[in-house]
């Protein structure tokens, strides 16, 4: 059997291909387009190809796999993976013979591949995020235009930013200036509108979606998000299951300790930022509400913010979310209030200070 490895860049990408005793036989630099994959990799015997994950393997590993190869998506974060490579010198051809190697031993840890169905969802996430992004800007500079003509507007959340600018009494040279600004928001709240009707109907087609909005403060956003995020609830095994979601979500503080000395400082990166955003947001909606159903959990947060602070006490509440709605998927039961107790030993929080925005 033959092994491959592709260090996949965005314009071009280094190949290496191996016998099984290790021998070359081809190293050469591709430009990485369909094409060329099926000109070097269409004729050969079916074989093993090992790609880092990034932002074009996966539709790289689905084209391989349709000339027949088996493609292995590795998690780059495995250093055993890298063998012997030196730090000091780094080229492509290092990096692919590193990784036709490791292809060749099989020493490399599998990423997981999500499903196509929540790489769409996730796609429509991303967009989303983008139009707030867009809508955020443009309510920035027409608020810092209006504030340098001596105008204010008064404060209220982005939906409605068109109709408190009308209330203002704005000249007619800057009423000019701000008209490009005022149909880019137009276009954006409809488009986003639309967004969030489909989200809508997620809830009433998927039933893990709409079981875990029954969590008070979960809407069909971040539910979505949150499936799309973990795609199969059986992915996250064991009696660590849950502190393997919030590990993977980026809700556990970074830790620098060694002997006596311990050190916990912000949140980890998170490969999802967005799930992790809305997590917090989440946490807050829960801490500002009164229902009764999320008594429990205000008075624990209540607890860990009169030591730690409140910015601290709602990261920790946002990995608690985390793991009840973990808990609520894989048991397949909707949110019981009955079942959160409020003297629960909170876990070692993060200085992480988020900002929870409007989305």
């Known amino acids: 059997m033959e092994y491959g490895a592709i260090d996949l860049h965005k314009k071009q990408s280094q190949i290496r291909i191996l016998t099984e005793g290790g021998d070359v036989i081809e190293d050469r630099r591709i430009v990485t387009a369909r094409e060329r994959f099926t000109a070097v990799f269409g004729l050969r015997r079916p074989m093993r190809i090992l790609v880092e994950a990034s932002t074009e393997s996966e539709w790289v590993a689905r084209h391989l796999e349709t000339l027949g190869h088996e493609v292995i998506v590795a998690d780059p974060n495995y250093l055993p993976m890298y063998g012997d490579r030196s730090r000091r010198v780094k080229t492509d051809r290092r990096d692919v013979a590193a990784l036709a190697d490791a292809c060749r031993r099989a020493v490399y840890r599998a990423a997981y591949r999500r499903s196509d169905q929540q790489r769409a969802v996730q796609a429509q996430l991303r967009v989303r995020q983008g139009l ?24 209220g959340e982005s939906a409605s930013f068109l109709q408190r600018l009308a209330a203002c009494e704005v000249p007619n040279d800057l009423t000019a200036i701000l008209a490009p600004l005022r149909g880019v928001i137009e276009v954006v709240n409809d488009e986003l509108a639309s967004a969030d009707t489909r989200f809508a109907a997620l ?12 969590l008070p403060g979960i809407g ?11 795609d199969d609830v059986n992915r996250f095994r064991g009696a660590k299951a849950a ?22 400082g912000h949140l980890v990166r998170s490969a999802q930022p967005q799930v992790q955003t809305l997590l917090v947001q989440a946490a807050w909606r829960v801490r500002r509400s009164t229902r009764s159903e999320t008594a429990a959990l205000r008075d624990w947060a209540d607890r860990v913010s009169r030591r730690r602070g409140k910015n601290i006490a709602t990261v920790a509440l946002a990995r608690r979310l985390a793991r009840i709605l973990f808990a609520m998927w894989r048991d397949e039961v909707d949110y019981q209030p009955r079942r959160i107790h409020a003297n629960r030993q909170p876990q070692a929080a993060t200085t992480e200070q988020p900002v929870a925005r409007a989305v």
């Open 132 to 155: 707030v992004n867009t809508r955020t800007r443009a309510i920035s500079l027409a608020r810092s235009l209006m504030r340098a003509s001596g105008h204010h507007i008064r404060s």
């Open 203 to 214: 809830v009433e087609n998927d039933p893990v979606i709409k079981r875990l909005t029954t």
């Open 220 to 230: 069909p956003l971040t539910a979505s998000a949150y499936v799309a995020a973990l």
């Open 243 to 264: 502190s393997q979601v919030t590990s993977y979500l980026g809700l556990v503080p970074r830790e620098f300790s060694s002997g006596e000395r311990q050190h916990r």
